[in-house]
């Protein structure tokens, strides 16, 4: 099938991105990478009435820390931090999930921001956020405004953020003392979505977890951490009992859907199971060890 007519827009500025949707509302949709949009209109599942490329706003487009954080351009793709020295150095946990976004030639195209906007519990990203608790930047007719991704995702396909704001920057805590952070996903071939993922990142003071934030992917409605898996850990020194625990309390809290990929069983127990990497991966890199 092909897309319905629509009309296009390329504007060259955000102010000029967000002029055009504040004028034309719900018949608008932002086109960045195009990996979830345009399939979605060769469906007709999605027929707006007007596309507002963002491509050719190059102000999007970087990966820089500043102060207490990483900044990504909400038009970063993901080959960037597929390949970025400093994101595999101090941000191990986006390396991570830079790898197994998907294909290359995804990548190559996708964006950070794409990935997180379109809010779908089965994409990468929003689970690796909600572990680092990252703030993101919308910009609207109002100017700009900082989401606590906690707040982010509010259903399915669905965000904190008005029609007529863009996403513009995402903001990653930058590592402090005793952070360890991973990211493990586990998919029937390259490319295809999550069976399920865990994205974890702890702050350890020697054996002992200090604090922990665990995201799960493709295994609920709307992007989620598992508060159990969190409080499993916290405080405690992190033993294969408690591992064992943590990853038995994220499976019994998510709610995933059976589907050609598995049963809704055979997914609790792979994200038990992956949990339980990802814990012992970041709790390695935490204490120095091998990632």
Not at 27 to 47: D, T
Request: proline share 4%.
């Amino acid at each position: 099938m092909i897309p319905g007519e629509f009309e296009y827009h390329a504007p060259s500025t955000v102010d000029e991105a967000v002029a055009l949707l504040d004028r034309l509302g719900d018949e608008a949709k932002i086109l960045a990478g195009g990996h979830s949009l345009v399939p979605a209109m060769r469906f007709r599942l999605a027929q707006p009435a007007h596309l507002v490329d963002i491509n050719g706003i190059d102000d999007l487009a970087y990966l820089r820390e500043e102060g207490d954080h990483l900044a990504i351009g909400a038009m970063t793709r993901e080959s960037a931090l597929e390949h970025s020295d400093l994101v595999a150095r101090r941000y191990p946990m986006l390396a991570d999930a830079g790898h197994v976004i998907a294909d290359p030639l995804v990548r190559n195209r996708g964006t950070v921001g794409g990935n997180l906007a379109h809010a779908d519990p089965a994409n990468d990203h929003p689970a690796v956020m909600l572990a680092y608790g990252a703030t993101l930047v919308a910009q609207g007719p109002g100017g700009r405004r900082e989401i606590a991704v906690d707040d982010f995702f509010t259903g399915l396909f669905e965000s904190a953020m008005a029609a007529n704001e863009i996403l513009v920057e995402i903001r990653v805590p930058a590592p402090g003392a005793g952070n360890g952070e991973a990211y493990e996903k586990f998919e029937r071939k390259v490319g295809d979505y999550a069976i399920s993922a865990a994205a974890v990142r702890l702050t350890m003071s020697g054996n002992t977890c200090t604090a922990a934030r665990v995201g799960l992917t493709n295994v609920s409605a709307v992007p989620m951490r598992s508060a159990g898996a969190e409080a499993a850990m916290a405080g405690k020194e992190l033993t294969e009992e408690v591992i064992e625990a943590a990853g038995q309390a994220a499976a019994g809290e998510c709610d995933p859907s059976a589907d050609l990929r598995g049963s809704e069983a055979y997914k609790r127990d792979v994200t038990r199971v992956l949990v339980k990497r990802a814990i012992r991966k970041a709790m390695a890199r935490a204490q120095g060890g091998a990632a």
